[in-house]
């Protein structure tokens, strides 16, 4: 057991966390996160409406009585979800952990304390670590340039980032960004971290509720095999290297605008990737941490496997080095 300010505060057996992703986090793959001891989250947009998440909670409950998440994500959008519905319906769903990310936190953060919920904040600087710390979230997740999704404009990875993070945050703090195995993890708690986020890991399991075709690709890509699209905009996102995301690559490098990719680009067209196993159908999140990953185990074997590589190598090999 490797037990943290991180696993004290959130209530979960081991500093893991399967932080939001959109189309992926259902109680699919939450449920046997939860019931592995790892802290799952449900990705709330990935549900089509608010009255959508409470049933897709209430479908997790019936998986698992371990504790497990709920992920907003607040960034720019195509069709702008009613963001405050989404939070009333997590409140009333009982949920105990929140994950925030894209913008400020502040607005949503009253209510969520007052219902007795936990925030955990994603974030890709140091600056606003700080800020959503003395706004008083309950942890952070600090997202290094590695990641899939978002990683924020100032290209900082994780080796720094996560140090530099450390260095100001007194609460629980999360590392998130290339992780997907022992060594990472071992890694980030070096760095000052209290436990690691994984996306691309778990969306590369056997309960994962993506495409077979989607995984195998993951474990066939190295490092290198991602595209970050929507530099000009300021609004990058890292996905996979595919067609899709090298022409929409060109048309804004050429100055397109956004709505010169906005069809190329929307998430119900990235969906039918992992619904369909068609890799060319359009974009779809995934990190460098893919360069990680040769296997498609259950969460269970994954969660064990990382721990138990973690625990071996602080007492062998680290322990080995002192005194030799
Ligand atoms: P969507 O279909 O609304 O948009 C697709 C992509 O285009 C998203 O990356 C979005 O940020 C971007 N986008 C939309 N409007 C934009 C604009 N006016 N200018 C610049 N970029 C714009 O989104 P979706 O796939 O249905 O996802 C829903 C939400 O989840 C979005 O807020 C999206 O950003 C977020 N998301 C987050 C991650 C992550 O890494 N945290 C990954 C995938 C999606």
Not at 44 to 49: F, G, V
């Given at each position: 057991m490797l037990s943290t300010p991180f696993t004290e505060t959130f209530g979960?057996?081991?500093?893991?966390v399967q932080g939001g992703m959109q189309w992926v986090g259902t109680a699919d793959l939450v449920a046997p996160v939860a019931e592995s001891g790892a802290l799952g989250m449900l990705t709330?947009?990935?549900?089509?409406?608010p009255e959508a998440l409470v049933k897709e909670i209430a479908r997790t409950r019936e998986r698992t009585d371990q504790p497990f998440g709920v992920n907003l994500t607040i960034l720019p959008t195509i069709d702008p979800p009613p963001y405050d519905e989404y939070r009333q319906a997590i409140i009333e769903s009982g949920i105990t952990v929140v994950e925030t990310a894209g913008s400020n936190p502040g607005p949503h953060l009253p209510q969520f304390h007052g219902a007795g919920i936990k925030v955990l904040h994603k974030c890709t600087s140091v600056r606003h670590a700080v800020k959503a710390q003395e706004l008083g979230v309950d942890g952070i997740s600090i997202d290094g340039f590695?990641?899939?999704?978002h990683p924020g404009e100032?290209?900082?990875?994780?080796?720094?980032l996560i140090a530099a993070a450390a260095d100001k945050i007194t609460i629980p703090m999360v590392a998130s960004g290339g992780f997907a195995d022992g060594r990472g993890l071992v890694a980030a708690l070096a760095l000052g971290a209290d436990g690691i986020n994984m996306g691309t890991r778990f969306m590369?399991?056997?309960?994962?509720?993506?495409?077979q075709r989607v995984k195998e690709a993951i474990v066939a890509?190295?490092?290198?095999d991602t595209e970050l699209i929507f530099r000009p905009l300021r609004n990058t996102a890292r996905v996979a290297s595919n067609s899709v995301s090298r022409e929409v690559v060109d048309i804004l490098d050429r100055g397109g605008a956004f709505e010169d990719v906005r069809e190329l680009v929307s998430g119900a067209r990235g969906r039918t990737v992992f619904e369909n196993?068609?890799?060319?159908?359009g974009i779809w999140s995934v990190g460098t941490a893919q360069g990680l990953i040769h296997d498609i185990p259950t969460v269970a074997e994954l969660v064990e496997r990382i721990v138990g590589d973690a625990q071996t190598l602080i007492t062998e090999r680290l322990a080995a080095l002192i005194g030799r």
């Open positions: 979960v057996r081991h500093p893991i709330a947009l990935t549900q089509p409406t590695e990641c899939a999704g100032d290209d900082i990875p994780g080796l720094v590369c399991t056997v309960e994962s509720p993506i495409h890509a190295s490092e290198t196993g068609d890799l060319e159908a």
